[in-house]
């Protein structure tokens, strides 16, 4: 049964702003090791790093929490399987609530062009 969906849109030039003022500390709030390291070996990392920050975004709108409740950014990790497709990766205090919730898989799709990044993602409980 479908137990929650979540949808974010985010301007690249957003995250390329953010990571050029802050740097190393928005990067290691946000970003988890494996995220950093895909999206950084690409020509142009901040689609990819848009991408997932809008990722973590659609996912706490599918739980219904938003950031809060211990809710941090590296909690949630956005991998991609053995074909390239995207896949969702739950830590920490993320993890914990989805086991709470019965969470039995996280569906998610994400999608950038030139100006902006979308993810969509749709929680299955059961």
Known sequence: MIAG????IVKIDRI???VDKW?????D???TEDEKKYSLSKYNPYPH???RFAYKEALVKA???GFR???KWRDIELIRNENGKPEAKLNGTVKELADRKNIKNVMVS???DTDYAIAYVTIING
């Open 5 to 8: 969906i979540g949808v974010d």
């Open 16 to 18: 390329k702003t953010a």
């Open 23 to 27: 740097g190393e500390r928005f990067m």
């Open 29 to 31: 709030r946000v970003f």
């Open 49 to 51: 790093l848009a991408a």
């Open 63 to 65: 739980l219904g929490t």
């Open 69 to 71: 409740m211990g809710i």
């Open 110 to 112: 994400v999608s950038h």
